[in-house]
């Protein structure tokens, strides 16, 4: 049994290897087609760039759904949006020493990703995500869509005609080629994880619910932990945090609702009790301390530490 475990466990690394590169390639693909348009860069932070490093999620979750695995999607999204809260932006803060924004994302950003976590715990308490609740997730994320590309924070003012010009003269091999290869990467690294995650959970005897909590989650929010963390060294905090509220909000709407379109979802278990009350508690850790418009060092390291605790939780339940 080890020597097909080692395998199982090596073909999920390689997946998740495969998921992190076609995110990357379809995300800078992205940012380029975004600065052909002027797009500011939060606005670009919280949808384009938060739309691909959540691609992983997305597409792991659909086959999941396809392949007769449900549950792996719940504790994907949850698994993944705890990550982000807790880990991402906690590395983030801490290797940049303080992340913070000018953006008032108390006013909007806050407010959509605190009703949507909230509107998955009622769906939840049923038991399973449906096709109709799917619609109403899938509806409420086109009001946030609506509404930032209506605001006028929309347009960035520093994007030139020049770099406008500059992505347009080579808009194939810098937008269209990274775009499809990406994609191809995404497809077949989904494929493979969900594959390898049913396989592992069989081996082991861990459910693929917790496995995919953790294991999948932590592996899906390596794009956003890469982005955000590289984001905040360099001084673009705009895109890094808004990378975390817009993947956040695109899992819990975007991602949810689109597997429940293939299949109803189930939340039951360990998911319903422990990881999905987790969720609402990183919520509101996330609100508390970016109330202020910034993450210190110090808030970075607390972020973290509960995340430690809740992967330690996750495994003894």
Known sequence: ?????????????????????????????????????????????VTVVSIGTSLPELASSIFAVLKGEPGIVAGNVIGSNIANILLVLGLGAILAGELTTKRDMARVDIPILFGGTFLLVLMAMNGSINLIEALILLFGYGVYLHY????????????TKAMKEQVKEKF??????????????????ADWTVKSVINIAALTGITSGVIATTAVALGTSLPELFVTVMAGIRGKHEIAIGNIVGSNIFNVYCVMGFAALFGAIPVTGTLLTFALPALVMATFMFYLVIRDNSISKWEGWSLFLLYVFFLVRMFLA
């Open 172 to 189: 194939f091999m810098r937008v269209v080629l990274p775009l499809i290869a990406g994609g191809v990467l995404i497809y077949f690294g």
């Open 1 to 45: 049994m080890m020597p097909v475990l080692i395998l199982w466990i090596l073909l999920f690394v390689l997946a998740i290897a495969f998921l992190v590169k076609g995110a990357d390639w379809f995300t800078a693909a992205s940012e380029r087609l975004a600065t052909r348009f002027g797009i500011s860069s939060f606005v670009i932070g």
């Open 148 to 159: 930032l590309f209506k605001s006028k924070e929309r347009v960035d003012k520093g994007v």
